[in-house]
């Protein structure tokens, strides 16, 4: 079994910050890309960041230069931190993971169940 479970949704102001926290535990052999998504009420998913095993970063248009992905391999966990917040960054953000479960097994993608932003003044 593969466990993904984020942490550090809120409430904030415009204008503030959050750090989103995202955890893989369980059977897991090796984790290769790691991603942040959101999804607004009435919209689509969105790739918000991603981050390779190597440390190669990707980021949405929308959020260039006000939000920092990072990893920290040795515990299996991606970090999403959100400056500079607008009220259009309200969404469920969601984590997922490109990982195998065994030396034998192929890559797979994981989720988490998200957790809530939302940016209110």
């Known amino acids: 079994q593969v466990q993904i479970v984020e942490s550090g949704g809120g409430l904030v102001q415009p204008g503030g910050s959050l750090r989103l926290s995202c955890a893989a535990s369980?059977?897991?052999?090796?984790?290769?890309?790691m991603e942040w998504y959101r999804q607004a009420p009435g919209k689509q998913r969105e790739l918000v960041a991603s981050?390779?095993?190597?440390?190669?970063?990707n980021y949405a248009d929308s959020v260039k230069g006000r939000f920092t992905i990072s990893r920290d391999n040795a515990k299996n966990t991606v970090y999403l931190q959100t400056d500079s917040l607008k009220p259009e960054d309200t969404a469920v953000y969601y984590c997922?993971?490109?990982?195998?479960?065994?030396?034998?097994?192929?890559?797979?993608?994981?989720w988490g169940q998200g957790t809530q932003v939302t940016v209110s003044s």
């Open positions: 997922s993971a490109r990982l195998r479960k065994s030396w034998t097994s192929a890559f797979d993608d994981y």
């Open positions: 369980g059977s897991i052999f090796v984790i290769g890309r």
């Open positions: 981050i390779t095993s190597g440390g190669t970063t």
